[in-house]
Structure formats: C-alpha cells, structure tokens
C-alpha cells in the first residue's frame, strides 16, 4: 500500500506555489498518495497563534519579500512579487480545489494553471468567470465543479480541513504531514524526500 501525505495548501499562498512543481515530483518519485486539504489561512493563523501579513512586524514583512526573490531564483520561476490581484477572496479558489478532488480528479493540472495566473499572469482568482476558464483549460467541467464549489459539500470540508489541520499541529500553508510528522513550508521538502527515501519512523515532540 503507497504511503500518503496529507497536503495542506491555500491558493493565496505564495509559498504553495513555489513549492507545489517540486513536491508533486517528490511525490511521484516515491510513489505517494495526496490527499490535498485547501485550508483557510486566516482561520489557521487564528487559531494557532500566527499574524496575518499586514499585522506583521515590518521587518519580517521586508524579510518576506526578499526570501520570494531568493526562492524564486532558486526555483527557476519568473513571478511577481506583488501581483495584481493580491491578497484576493480566497474562499472560492480554496473550495474549487476541494470540489475538482470530490469529483475524483486529480488537482495537479488545475493547481499548476491557478498558481501560475495569481503570480506570473496576475489573474484575480477570486473571479468565478477566471476559475472557470482555468478549469476548462485543464480539462475539467466548471459548470459542474462550480455547483458543487459554491455548495455545502465543499463549505464542510472545507471546515473540517481546518479542524484537522489545527488538531495535526498544522500552521502555515504549505505544510506537508507524512505519518503526522509535520513539514512546514516549500523549504523543508528536501526533509520530506529524505523522509520517504529513508522509511524511518516519524519524529515526534514527545522525546
């Protein structure tokens, strides 16, 4: 049976986009199951004691700006680092992932055309008309996956996303949780690949 890593990930997240081409090779290196788990930032931060951006110090503010310069090289992206439509209405683009997954396809294409127009194309992906148009192109059906986004299927997972990314010690997007061994941030899949490579047994706080 292949291993799983539950992926917790908000479309607003710069982070999750610069690290979401590299884990999805990890994951097919290795032979991994996801199961991708959109999460509401803001009720996370909320909840486990992080500041949203603006209520940040300004020098961690001004810190954030030149990691995005340095993972961007590093990554071999070309991105903005203050797009257009951002920060943009997240709900809709975080639910629209979640429907695209309840109707048993696979996230990875639509994920890689999202990304792309929030930071390289500066799209507002809080546009259901933009969603739209994301979907169509990679391949799915968004009238469907728009009913199903915009209903209650969607809203409750989405809640309970949020339950047990809060309960699995989840703090931050991305955050990738193998045998509930937490990794947080694009930074530490070099750790996570390590992890699948070796086997070992998870680490735990409780040494």
Known sequence: MPRTIDYYFSMVSPWAYIGHAPFMEIVRRHGVEVNYKPVFLGRVF??????????RHPARQRYRLIELQRWREKRGLSFNIKPKHWPFDVNLADRFVIAVTVSGKDPDPFLRRAFAAVWEEERDLADPLVLAELAEAAGLDSTALMDVATGSTTEAIYALNL???VAGDVFGSPAYV???EVFWGQD???????ALASGRAPYSAAV
């Open 46 to 55: 909320a909840e486990t004691g992080g500041l949203p951006l603006a209520q």
């Open 178 to 180: 193998l045998d509930g």
């Open 188 to 194: 530490r899949l070099e750790l996570l690949e390590d």
């Open 163 to 165: 339950e047990n990314a």
